[in-house]
């Protein structure tokens, strides 16, 4: 399995730290996120890394130049433009896709700024053993962005915000009185056909956009661990917590 590292956004929510560093280089317990993550994906045991990067990106080539992790690391530079996440992951295809179809390897994309005691090797085995397309990790938890998730088949089937009550896509609205409401986590599986699918959509543009295009007509499901301990550290708040976070994660 290979893995993208989403670290490439401006991290407004964390100024003024971030005003003179990128969001991924942000210390949690004396070591950026972006270290944290790394050695979470290579924990699960992935064969290669992909870290994008816009913010202060200058910052993060150095610190990737003077740490060594034991595995490939490459960098899809976005200096130029934000992609958003879906666009970050169609610019990394060089590194996520194999020229021979035959050996693609299943592609983990993990938020920087997303701690968790997910179970990434359980993530990937619900993935081969629906023979899904894409696989995102979801929880039960207070949002205003949920995911509508089939209670039988845990097929993504849509998405709806609570307060504004939008539903997408459209005719979905039927399926919001059956379907499970659940948070996107942050962290997900998907094929490398899947990114190749993604050639014809606008150069900046939302994975779950895409993945709520498609959900209608390719194999998109949802995994939920019920025991997810995860904390969005791209606020300040949360940022206070993270280290005890960790701290208990290791416990």
């Not at 990790?137 to 209670?151: A, D, K, N």
């Not at 942050?186 to 709520?212: K, N, T, V």
């Not at 959900?215 to 969005?232: G, K, R, V, W």
């Amino acid at each position: 399995m290979k893995a993208l590292i989403l670290a490439a956004g401006l991290g407004t929510r964390l100024r003024p730290l971030t005003d003179h560093m990128p969001k991924a280089l942000v210390p949690v317990a004396g070591e950026p996120l972006l270290h944290h993550t790394i050695c979470t994906l290579r924990a699960a045991g992935v064969t290669s890394i992909t870290v994008n990067m816009h913010h202060h990106a200058e910052q993060i080539v150095r610190y990737l130049s003077t740490h060594h992790y034991d595995l490939p690391i490459h960098i899809s530079d976005e200096s130029h433009c934000l992609l958003n996440t879906g666009g970050a992951i169609r610019h990394a295809a060089r590194w996520l896709c194999d020229a021979d179809e035959a050996n693609d390897e299943p592609v983990l994309v993990h938020n920087v700024d997303i701690l968790s005691n997910a179970d990434l090797p359980a993530l990937l085995k619900a993935h081969q053993d629906n023979h899904a397309q894409a696989t995102l990790l979801v929880s039960e938890r207070t949002s205003t962005r949920q995911l509508l998730v089939h209670p039988d088949t845990h097929r993504l089937c849509g998405w709806m915000h609570l307060e504004t009550h939008e539903v997408r896509p459209h005719g979905a609205q039927a399926l919001t009185e059956h379907c499970l409401q659940r948070a996107f986590g942050g962290i997900h599986i998907l094929s490398p056909q899947l990114i190749r699918d993604m050639q014809s959509w606008p150069e900046a543009f939302s994975i779950i956009d895409f993945y709520l295009e498609k959900c209608a007509s390719q194999p998109l499901f949802c995994h939920e661990q019920t025991q997810l301990s995860l904390l969005d550290v791209g606020k300040t708040g949360a940022l206070e917590a993270a280290a005890t976070f960790l701290a208990g994660l290791k416990k």
